[in-house]
């Protein structure tokens, strides 16, 4: 066990909504990457908040955005969803924003979209 | 941007033998390599990692040998056990970022034969 919790575990939503996923860090680390896996593939980053700003992002449209609070949990919005959204959905933390830091992921949240 | 690639796709070892995994990565200047093992149902959990300093490494019956020069890594696992049994994803953190942005290989699913 990491320390990382996700919540919903999993989430049905039709084409057009919009989800909230959320993520609580482990104690004492201040930094939430979210990734997006794609069934029987690797995770993608999508970004990473470093003391509650964004600090760096991947190949994703405005419609994805996060948040991060000031007790380090974090939130991941996704507008207009469509059918390629459906993945599981994972968030990571680390003690600091650093290249070479080690990331813990969650259990992750499944979202499915009709 | 970096690129990570890993062989094989699918594994299959009699219990008892040993595993190897290998990744190639684009980017010389990335330093940072870890390997994660995901179980069905659960969140990728960190199993080894090295940096671009060492040229090996090893806890227990796992261990991951880098090659700078060749941008070569490799995860082998000895004397395997039905609980080995998982997708074992290796990735890559370029330096450039301000982020620790990972980047993951396509995965390999290891089955272990009783």
């Known amino acids: 066990e990491t320390g990382v919790t996700q919540s919903p575990t999993h989430l049905i939503k039709t084409r057009g909504q919009q989800v909230t996923l959320r993520c609580s860090s482990q104690?004492?680390?201040?930094?939430v990457s979210w990734y997006q896996q794609a069934l029987g593939q690797g995770p993608q980053f999508i970004f990473q908040?470093?003391?509650?700003?964004?600090?760096g992002r991947g190949n994703f449209p405005p419609r994805f955005s996060g948040l991060q609070f000031p007790n380090y949990s974090s939130e991941l919005n996704v507008n207009a969803l469509e059918l390629d959204d459906s993945a599981l959905y994972l968030c990571?933390?680390?003690?600091?924003?650093?290249?070479?830091?080690?990331?813990?992921f969650g259990p992750g949240t499944r979202l499915t979209v009709l | 941007g970096e690129n990570v690639e890993q062989h094989p796709s699918t594994l299959s070892v009699q219990e008892g033998d040993s595993a190897v995994i290998k990744c190639t990565y684009s980017?010389?200047?990335?330093?940072?390599f870890p390997w994660y093992k995901q179980e069905l149902g659960k969140g990728p959990q960190l199993i080894i990692d090295?940096?671009?300093?060492?040229g090996e490494k090893k806890d227990q019956r796992i261990a991951v040998t880098l090659n700078k020069t060749a941008k070569h890594f490799s995860l082998h696992i000895t004397e395997t056990q039905p609980e080995d049994s998982a997708v074992y994803f290796c990735?890559?953190?370029?330096?450039?970022?301000?982020?620790?942005?990972?980047?993951f290989g396509s995965g390999t699913r290891l089955s272990i034969r009783p």
């Open positions: 908040y470093y003391r509650e700003e964004e600090n």
């Open positions: 104690s004492g680390h201040n930094t």
């Open positions: 990571a933390s680390s003690l600091a924003g650093g290249s070479t830091d080690t990331q813990y």
């Open positions: 090295i940096r671009s300093n060492v």
């Open positions: 990735a890559a953190t370029p330096p450039y970022s301000s982020a620790s942005k990972i980047i």
């Open positions: 980017d010389s200047a990335s330093n940072y």
